[in-house]
């Protein structure tokens, strides 16, 4: 038996708690639920109290001597972070892409020229599952190192079903093995592989006929996602496959308006997406249907700033009503990091959030983006005991004193990782 744990006095506890359901927009991105000399007692990987020390001390108080005790002394303690869209499982790496970038080749170039998610499309391919769960394996931990304790991943590198297929069978093995929760989505519309140049709605054909059945029949995927943009694939079929997905039961996501504007957030709404991502061109129509369909704008500010992109409109869809959540996109081409405290400093920086929206974009809002609200993004009893302690006294520090890593210390489930 593992003893309980017991967080105590910490300076703020920002539990992230609320009386609101469901994605938090507008006012309710601003409250933190923080408990000042905060207190945390998790048992059998679940949070079992939260409250004061005092509280706490009288509710525990014949059973103190069973704990761990953690001083969380002048410290702030928050949710484990969530990164709700990853591209986490890949082969290989692409450095020379960068400086190619750097010289002043387009992102979209170098894809079209075979580069880019192609790329990485081969090295996958040819990349064994033991080297993929290798390569994998270090970005996680990476992640665990910077607070993050659930991640989504993508499938993608593959288009075919046998690479598809080994992409999603790797994370379902790492979800097995390793600490942190891996939630994964089947996203076969990534590119059109150049045996289907000129043919692309063959491609979307085999998507929804051959890849997606599988993937179902399986059970290895819960969302399903699509580069809609201009020379990937139309928004007619990024409907297509988003509404095949859906009659087997996989929740549609859009990367939508990354370089372009090009009706991708509209179409998110007409969907019923739970997300959109990117967003850096969308439209005020299409921010304006997805304040009311309630769609989730996942932003990745830290994709712009490698693309040398302005971020997303973050404030205005905020203010616009849209719920919020943020994420780095770790991949390896338009976002190599897994640094969500990087990503939350980028979207006070480049977006405009206010620290408090950071952080409910980098936990609850994030969880609710890839429906795991129930269990993680905030410090409730009921929940999952990932915990992350840092070094800093408040939620306002992390964000303002930026791109280095204040984690001090990470719980999974009540067990230490960091
Ligand atoms: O979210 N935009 C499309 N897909 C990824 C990049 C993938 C890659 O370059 O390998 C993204 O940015
Ligand atoms: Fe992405």
Redesign the pocket.
């Known amino acids: 038996m593992t003893k309980p744990l017991w967080i105590k006095h910490a300076a703020q506890l920002a539990t992230l708690a609320s009386d609101t359901q469901g994605p938090r927009s507008q006012q309710a991105m601003s409250d933190l639920g923080i408990v000042e000399d905060g207190s945390l007692w998790i048992e059998d990987g679940i949070i079992q109290a939260v409250g004061t020390t005092t509280a706490l001390e009288k509710k525990y108080a014949e059973r103190a001597h069973e704990a761990e005790i953690v001083d969380a002394t002048g410290r702030l303690v928050t949710p484990g972070l969530v990164d709700p869209h990853t ?1 986490v499982v890949y082969g290989g790496s692409r450095e020379r892409e960068f400086e190619m970038r750097l010289e002043g080749t387009s992102y979209m170039d170098i894809m079209t020229a075979g580069g ?2 192609h790329a ?1 499309m081969h090295m996958t391919r040819e990349a064994s599952e033991e080297e993929l769960i290798q390569q994998a394996t270090r970005r996680l931990d990476l992640f665990l190192v910077h607070g993050v304790t659930t991640v989504e991943g993508k499938s993608g590198y593959g288009m075919n079903l046998e690479t598809e297929l080994k992409q999603l069978r790797v994370m379902k093995k790492l979800q097995e093995v390793h600490a942190i929760d891996l939630v994964p989505t089947f996203m076969g519309a ?1 590119a059109v592989p150049a045996e289907y140049k000129g043919q692309e709605d063959a491609f979307v054909d085999v998507l929804i006929n051959d890849m997606l059945p599988a993937i179902a029949e399986e059970k290895l995927a819960v969302f399903n996602d699509v ?1 809609c943009e201009k020379g990937v694939f139309t928004p007619e079929q990024s409907e297509r496959v988003l509404e095949a997905g859906k009659r087997y039961g996989l929740i549609p996501k859009i ?1 939508a308006d ?1 370089i372009e504007s090009y009706g991708g957030a509209e179409l998110a709404a007409k969907v019923g997406a739970v997300s959109a ?2 967003l850096l061109k969308a439209s005020d129509e299409g921010i304006q249907a997805m304040a009311k369909s309630g769609t989730i704008a996942c932003l ?1 500010p830290a ?1 712009a700033l490698y693309l040398r992109e302005e971020a997303a409109a973050g404030r205005k869809m905020i203010d616009a009503g849209v719920a919020v959540a943020i994420s780095t ?1 770790c ?5 190599p990091t897994t640094s969500m405290p990087l990503v939350m400093n980028l979207a006070c920086i480049s977006m405009r959030l206010t620290p408090a929206e950071a952080l409910t974009a980098a936990t609850y809002n994030a969880a609710c983006a890839i429906k795991c609200e129930d269990k993680v993004g905030s410090l409730e009893q009921g929940k999952q005991g990932d915990v992350v302690l840092w070094d800093a006294k408040s939620y306002q520090e992390i964000q303002y004193f930026f791109g280095v890593n204040h984690v001090k210390s990470v719980w999974k489930k009540g067990e230490q990782v960091v």
């Open positions: 591209h880019g998610i990485t990534h580069f990367h990354e991502e990117h990745l994709t996109d991949n390896p081409g338009s976002s």
